[in-house]
C-alpha cells in the first residue's frame, strides 16, 4: 500500500530526515517508534506533502506520489492526522467533518458512519472546535480524517498533552477500526505502551534514519525494547 | 419628522456606499490575507465597464449588475493567474504588483477613455419626503447593500464552497491535506471578490461618474472600513460601515462634508488604537 525508499527531506535547507525505507501492507498497523526531535514528524510532513522530498520515492496505492501535491495525495487515499491536530478553530465540530467530507468529494452521508465509531462526539456537534478539550480535539481530528475515507491513515502522537482516560479511549477506538474496517494505519509515537499496543510491528527511528525493527512476538518484551529503543519501559 | 428621516436616509445611503467600496477588498482580504492595492482601480473598472455597456446600447441596470461584475470578475481571474498566485504569503511583494497594477490600468484607461469625467445620470427619478427630495437610487444602493451582505451570509454559512472557503482561510495546510486545493479556493476567491468590486463600480457610477483616477477616492475609505472591521469579513464591514457611515453623515449635517470626512477619518484613527484587531477582533469573534 505504501512503498518508501531513500526518502530524504527537511526545513529549508538543513536536512532532517536521511534516505528513510519501509513499507506498509494493507491493513497492517505499523508503529514508528522515536524521541522529540528525531524526525517523526518531519516524515509525516514528507509523506503528507507539506514538505518537499529532496530525495527518494513515495509509492502509495499503486501511483508515485513523491512529487505531488499535497490536496492529490489526500484524495487518492491518503488520511493524516496531524501533531497539534490543527482543528479548524471557527468551525463547529460537525462542520470540521463536513469540511473533510466535502474536501473529498463525498457527501454528508459519510457522517453517519463516522458517528457511529465515535459516538463521544455526538453531544458536541455544534460546538466550535477551538474550545474544544485536548482529547476531544485528537477524536475530532480522527473522525475528520475518516470523514474523508482514507485507505491509510497517518497519526503523529495522538497521545501528546492528552489525559489518560482518553488514551484509553483513543486506543479503543483504533482497535476497533483496526478490527471492524481493516484501515492501514501508520502510527508516530514516543509513547512506549500505547505503540505497543496497537501495532503490528514497530519500527525505530533515530536521528532521521531508520534504525531497526522490533518483532511482533517482541514487543512485550521490556528488555528487548529497551535495547533496541536505548530508553526505558515504564 | 421628515428632518429625521431624510437623516437615515442619508446615513442609510452612506452606509451602503462604504458596504459596496469595501466588500470586495473585504472577501479577498479577509480570505486570503492579500492586500490589492488595485482595488480603488478594480472598481473605476466596473464603472467603466458598465457606462461603456451603456453607452454601446446594454441596458444600463444590466450594464451595472450583469456586465460590470462580469467583466472586472474576468480580469480579476487574470490578475490571479499572472500575478497574485506567484506571490501568495508575501505581503510586501503582492502590496508592490498590485500596486503597480493600479498604476498600469490608471494609464491604461486613460489612454483608452481620456482623463475626463465620464457619467451616467442616476435611474429611478427622485423621491420627495415632505418638504425635501432625496435620490430613489440611493434608496436602491441600501436595498443592494443589504442583500449583498445576506447573500454573502447564506452563501459562506450554508453552501458547500462557503464551507470549503472557511475552513481553507483559516487553515489552508490542513485543508490541503483533506482533498481541497487552497490554489483553487484562492483563484475563485479572488475571482468573485473582484467581480464585488465590479457590480459596486458600476452602481456607484451613476452618483460619482467615472475618470481614471477614482480609484484613488475609493480605496482609502475601503480599507479603513475593511480594518476597522477586523476578522469576520461580512459583521466586520457592516459594522464597521454602519458606524463610519453614520459618523461621516452627522457630521456632514452638521459642520461641512470636508468635516464630515475628517470625522471619518478621526474616527477611524482613535478606533484602531483602541481596538488594533478591528471591531470583530474584538467583539462578535464567531461571526462570520
Same mark, same amino acid.
Given at each position: 500500500m505504501l512503498d518508501i525508499r531513500g526518502l530524504s527531506s527537511g526545513y529549508h535547507k538543513i536536512p532532517?530526515?536521511? +534516505?528513510v525505507s519501509f513499507q506498509v501492507a494493507a491493513g497492517e498497523f505499523v508503529g514508528i517508534l522515536g524521541h522529540n526531535g528525531m524526525g517523526k514528524t518531519t516524515l509525516l510532513r514528507t509523506i503528507v506533502g507539506q514538505l518537499p522530498a529532496t530525495a527518494g520515492a513515495i509509492r502509495f496505492a499503486g501511483s #508515485?506520489?513523491?512529487?505531488?501535491p499535497t490536496h492529490r495525495r489526500a484524495r487518492l487515499g491518503l488520511g493524516y492526522v496531524p501533531q497539534g491536530r490543527?482543528?479548524?478553530? =471557527? $468551525? !463547529?465540530v460537525l462542520d470540521n467533518m463536513r469540511m473533510a467530507a466535502a474536501s473529498a468529494g463525498l =457527501? #454528508? !452521508? /459519510?457522517l453517519d458512519g463516522v458517528l457511529d465509531a465515535l459516538p463521544r462526539l455526538r453531544s458536541i456537534l +455544534?460546538?466550535? +472546535? =477551538? /474550545? $474544544? !478539550?485536548g482529547g476531544e480535539q485528537q477524536i475530532l481530528a480522527l473522525a475528520r480524517c475518516l470523514c474523508a475515507e482514507p485507505k491509510l491513515i497517518l497519526l503523529d502522537e495522538?497521545?501528546? =498533552?492528552?489525559q489518560p482516560s482518553i488514551i484509553e479511549e483513543i486506543i479503543e477506538i483504533l482497535q476497533r477500526l483496526k478490527g471492524e474496517r481493516g484501515v492501514t494505519i501508520v502510527l508516530v509515537e514516543q509513547n512506549l505502551d500505547f505503540i505497543r499496543r496497537l501495532s503490528d510491528r514497530v519500527l525505530i527511528i533515530q536521528k532521521g534514519r531508520m534504525t531497526g525493527e522490533i518483532p511482533p512476538d517482541h514487543l512485550g518484551d521490556d528488555e528487548l525494547v529497551a535495547e533496541f529503543v536505548g530508553m526505558s519501559a515504564h | 419628522m421628515d428632518y429625521l428621516v431624510i437623516l437615515l436616509l442619508q446615513i442609510g445611503s452612506a452606509v451602503a456606499s462604504l458596504v459596496l467600496m469595501s466588500i470586495g477588498l473585504a472577501v479577498i482580504f479577509g480570505m486570503m490575507?492579500?492586500?490589492?492595492?488595485?482595488h480603488g482601480e478594480f472598481l473605476m473598472l466596473g464603472g467603466y465597464a458598465a457606462i461603456t455597456a451603456f453607452n454601446h446600447g446594454v441596458n444600463l441596470w444590466l450594464a451595472m449588475v450583469v456586465v460590470a461584475p462580469l467583466a472586472v470578475g474576468l480580469f480579476g481571474a487574470v490578475v490571479e493567474r499572472l500575478v497574485i498566485r506567484h506571490l501568495y504569503g508575501r505581503l510586501i511583494d503582492t502590496m508592490l504588483a498590485t500596486w503597480g497594477l493600479s498604476l498600469a490600468m490608471i494609464g491604461f484607461v486613460t489612454v483608452v477613455f481620456g482623463n475626463t469625467v465620464s457619467g451616467i445620470s442616476a435611474p429611478l427619478g427622485s423621491l420627495s419626503i415632505g418638504a425635501y427630495r432625496t435620490g430613489a437610487y440611493e434608496i436602491f444602493l441600501i436595498g443592494v447593500a443589504v442583500l449583498l451582505l445576506v447573500a454573502g451570509w447564506l452563501v459562506l454559512r450554508f453552501t458547500r464552497y462557503g464551507l470549503i472557503a472557511r475552513g481553507t482561510m483559516q487553515n489552508p495546510a490542513m485543508a490541503a491535506a483533506l482533498g481541497t486545493n487552497p490554489s483553487a479556493v484562492y483563484a475563485v476567491t479572488f475571482a468573485v471578490g473582484s467581480a464585488l468590486s465590479g457590480l459596486a463600480g458600476g452602481l456607484l457610477a451613476p452618483l460619482s461618474g467615472v475618470v481614471p483616477t477614482i480609484g484613488a477616492a475609493y480605496i482609502a475609505k475601503a480599507f479603513i472600513t475593511v480594518i476597522s472591521g477586523g476578522a469576520a469579513i461580512l459583521s466586520g464591514t457592516a459594522i464597521a460601515a454602519t458606524l463610519l457611515g453614520a459618523i461621516n453623515t452627522l457630521a456632514t449635517f452638521a459642520f461641512t462634508s470636508v468635516l464630515g470626512e475628517v470625522a471619518l477619518l478621526v474616527a477611524a484613527v482613535v478606533l484602531l488604537r483602541l481596538l488594533p484587531q478591528g471591531i470583530t477582533g474584538r467583539f462578535f469573534r464567531r461571526a462570520l
Open positions: 532532517i530526515i536521511f +534516505g #508515485d506520489i513523491a512529487h505531488a490543527q482543528i479548524f478553530p =471557527g $468551525l !463547529s =457527501g #454528508d !452521508s /459519510v +455544534g460546538r466550535p +472546535g =477551538g /474550545v $474544544l !478539550s495522538p497521545t501528546e =498533552g492528552i | 490575507r492579500v492586500i490589492n492595492l488595485a
